[in-house]
């Protein structure tokens, strides 16, 4: 097993995925954390300038989908059937596209208060809802969501819909399938134990 | 091998990948093209509403870059190393981010103009130009860009560089290993030859 450092903030944000797959995987890693103040002083060295960064060895790895996809693979969370693990990175796409939308409404502090206000009031009908219809009837007829057994699209649905749902615990009243394979995924010990254990922190 | 068919519009945008793929694996498959004015129309029977789709057989997969890694598996275009695999992800991941900021300028008819030179302004040195730098010294010292053989990664290189270069043909210079790789990419055999006889479209 090579050596897995993980460099990100000391937040959730990009990063909660992977720390998810990693302890789903029991597979040991160094979990760096940069606090803002040192960030200006970090970034000149970090290749791309952006986080989070796998360090794997001596190699380094950008992008967090992607990392996450890789040690998913590590972890036995990607299917062995191709078009299963195609399922995986389409919902994984889409679940990032909609979490894109939303970030960009908690943290576009420079917008002006009537486009964000007219910015969360589409959100719900036009960006979340249609994803939540269209999971929730899915999950209506099967035990997860793109294969027979947990993906790591299933964790990083779980980890999306958890936080929306603690941003805002009406949101999936009338999506009772969603609410219970969330329940299902948090209920899993490795990923009950990380929850309770990991660091608090304020995103 | 299963029966598959891409739907998208009359256009490259983010189906051209997939074309490419296609034609360097030499896979049949339909090519189907709804125009625009079609489109109000075809929306509703469109799971996700969203372009482009794959049908494989009875199946509907979402998502152009889940689509495009799952034909380059078929293609022999993804590595057999998962970390190499996963740096094709990851760098198909920043080219898309990359595309995404240049579209953001194309397709936004409704932002004031200042406000949109500003972005034009910012998109080369911010954006674009620190990918350049750095994908243009990794290409100094390798053949491909991810592995000892062609990549989905590569291909997709070479689209989008050779897009941008044909946008504003100064942009490649003062990175001439990046025009050498383009250069390289457009005069793969499977892929010059779809270049030449793909449908002439505005995008």
């Known amino acids: ?46 290749p791309g300038g952006k986080l989070p960064l796998l360090v794997v060895d001596d190699k380094t790895l950008p992008q967090s989908l992607a990392i996450a996809r890789y040690l998913a693979k590590q972890a036995g969370l990607v299917p062995q059937d191709d078009l299963e693990a195609a399922f995986c990175d389409a919902l994984a796409d889409t679940l990032s596209e909609m979490m894109h939308e939303v970030y960009k409404i908690i943290f576009s502090p420079n917008d002006e208060e009537e486009k964000k206000r007219q910015r969360k009031e589409e959100l719900f009908p036009n960006v979340i809802s ?71 922190t304020a995103f």
């Open 1 to 46: 097993m090579p050596e897995y450092k993980l460099i990100y903030f000391n937040a959730k944000g990009r990063a909660e995925l992977i720390r998810w797959i990693f302890a789903y995987g029991d597979i040991a890693y160094t979990d760096e954390r940069i606090e803002w103040c040192d960030w200006p002083a970090r970034k000149a060295d970090i």
């Open 130 to 200: 249609p994803i939540l219809t269209r999971l929730n009837k899915q999950l209506e007829e099967r035990e997860w969501l793109v294969s027979n057994e947990v993906t790591w699209a299933d964790l990083m649905f779980g980890l999306v819909m958890g936080w929306l749902e603690k941003k805002d615990p009406e949101m999936l009243n009338g999506f009772p399938a969603i609410q219970q394979h969330v329940n299902k995924i948090l209920a899993l010990p490795k990923i009950k134990q990380w929850v309770e254990e990991q660091p608090d």
